[in-house]
């Protein structure tokens, strides 16, 4: 797991291309445009505003194989009587989007909204400005549960292939809201991602409901803070509930299977799965954490992942995070550049069960036996991502369920 080959699972640099590909505002002239800022969209009617559109034989347009309508069914419906329902399909050859032309009411804080999937899989959320700059998060969902998605607008990230001339989100020259499923872009990657991202293909329905641009933050689980005397960058303190990372899965029986968001893994963020600490600052540990859940084979290898890009991280000197284990395990702590080049620190077996502190130097980590590096360290400011990886069975260690609970993961700046 420590070299390229094995990791060209990861999805850093996969989550941006989606809305990006469906081209700028102004090419959006069949959407239904908003009068005026709104900042509720609670779907007890019809769409207001939201249009289905797809790139599909390199034409952009309207979707006409996918379907949107307001269900009224209970069970589909999360506030009030109706909720939007997003039929489409996932298929090479096309990236589908739900998009609304929408403009911020002053003084918006953060979005929140309710979402829904009948497969288990990463949703991007997309803010998109005038001048096409894109903000975005990335969340995962699980299979048919709903899930509350709460962040404040100043913690979107920029996209990857985009830019903005001052680096921040300006509320008033926002005019387009999308969301994107992360498997329509999965299954047209060329080669070996491509191949073993088939099993994602067919129909799927997206559920959104109770859309809210709110002039009240949401808690901070991310970005640049100053506490406790510390200058640090929040990579996920899991106060705000929502699901950031990317499970995937490697098998490595007879030759090397990849397997981005495995059917049998839970990931949660609940109370129970918190380190020690009373989350007095966001980077304090308590509160809220990560339970990721898992049945670990003799020949899997089980990871989570957490993107990075485009955040301001020159300054960074030390990662710090919690993480407990359910059963003795090897943790690869592994931290990649945009080049691919892969830093790690790992925790041995029998220092695994039971909530353990790390808090080590950048510069301490070492590099994976099959990776490379033009200079052989760490840069700070060409970090891309940072993966936790239970990669037991490299060492044969007993399978079963496993549970890996992570809290208070932040970057330490000088």
Same mark, same amino acid.
Not at 4 to 16: K, Y
């Given at each position: 797991m420590?070299?390229?080959?094995?990791?060209?699972?990861?999805?850093?640099?996969?989550?941006?291309a989606g809305l990006l590909a469906l081209g700028g505002p102004a090419r959006l002239p069949q959407a239904q445009a908003q009068d005026g800022a709104r900042a509720a969209y609670d779907f007890e009617t019809d769409a207001q505003g939201f249009t289905a559109?797809?790139?599909?034989?390199?034409?952009f347009g309207p979707d006409g194989d996918?379907?949107?309508?307001? =269900?009224?069914?209970?069970?589909?419906?999360?506030?009030?009587?109706?909720?939007?329902?997003?039929?489409?399909?996932?298929?090479?050859?096309?990236?589908?989007?739900?998009?609304?032309?929408?403009?911020?009411?002053?003084?918006? #804080?953060?979005?929140?909204f309710w979402v829904r999937s009948s497969a288990a899989t990463q949703l991007l959320l997309s803010v998109r400005e005038q001048d096409g700059s894109d903000y975005q998060l990335p969340f995962y969902v699980?299979?048919?549960?709903?899930?509350?998605?709460?962040?404040?607008?100043?913690?979107?990230?920029?996209?990857?292939?985009?830019?903005?001339?001052?680096?921040?989100?300006?509320?008033?020259?926002?005019?387009?809201?999308?969301?994107?499923d992360l498997a329509t872009m999965l299954v047209n990657l060329p080669g070996d991602i491509g191949k073993a991202t088939a099993r994602l293909q067919g129909p799927r329905?997206?559920?959104?409901?109770?859309?809210?641009?709110s002039k009240e933050r949401a808690a901070k689980a991310s970005g640049p803070v100053q506490a406790d005397g510390k200058h640090a960058y929040l990579v996920d303190n899991f106060e705000a509930g929502v699901v950031?990372?990317?499970?995937?899965?490697? =098998?490595?029986?007879?030759?090397?299977?990849?397997?981005?968001?495995?059917?049998?893994?839970?990931?949660?963020?609940?109370?129970?799965?918190?380190?020690?600490?009373?989350?007095? =600052?966001?980077?304090?540990?308590?509160?809220?954490?990560l339970r990721f859940s898992y049945k670990?084979?003799?020949?899997?290898?089980?990871?989570?992942? #957490?993107?990075?890009?485009?955040?301001?991280?020159g300054q960074a000197e030390r990662l710090h995070l919690n993480v407990s284990m359910s059963q003795k395990s090897l943790v690869l702590v592994q931290v990649k550049e945009k080049d691919?080049?892969?830093?790690?620190?790992?925790? /041995?077996?029998?220092?695994?069960?039971?909530? /353990?502190?790390?808090?080590?130097?950048?510069s301490d980590l070492t590099l994976g036996d099959q990776s490379k590096d033009e200079n052989g360290k760490l840069d700070p400011d060409q970090i891309k991502e940072i993966a936790l990886v239970d990669a037991s069975a490299l060492l044969g260690l007993p399978g079963g369920d496993t549970t890996m609970d992570l809290d208070a993961v932040y970057l330490l700046l000088k």
């Open positions: 420590a070299g390229r080959e094995s990791n060209s699972w990861t999805v850093c640099g996969l989550l941006v559109f797809s790139v599909k034989d390199g034409n996918s379907t949107l309508k307001v =269900t009224r069914e209970k069970a589909e419906a999360k506030v009030g009587s109706g909720a939007l329902a997003y039929g489409y399909k996932v298929e090479p050859g096309a990236i589908r989007a739900l998009i609304a032309e929408a403009r911020v009411p002053a003084g918006t #804080h953060s979005v929140r699980p299979a048919f549960e709903w899930v509350q998605v709460a962040v404040n607008l100043d913690e979107l990230a920029v996209g990857q292939d985009s830019s903005d001339e001052n680096g921040k989100l300006d509320l008033d020259q926002v005019n387009t809201v999308g969301f994107l329905t997206l559920w959104l409901d109770d859309l809210q641009l950031k990372w990317t499970p995937a899965r490697v =098998t490595f029986a007879e030759g090397l299977a990849f397997d981005i968001f495995p059917a049998n893994v839970a990931l949660k963020v609940q109370p129970e799965a918190a380190g020690p600490g009373m989350a007095r =600052t966001p980077l304090e540990a308590g509160g809220k954490g670990r084979g003799e020949k899997e290898v089980y990871a989570l992942v #957490h993107t990075l890009e485009k955040r301001a991280l691919d080049s892969e830093y790690q620190y790992a925790i /041995q077996p029998d220092n695994s069960v039971g909530w /353990q502190e790390v808090n080590v130097a950048l």
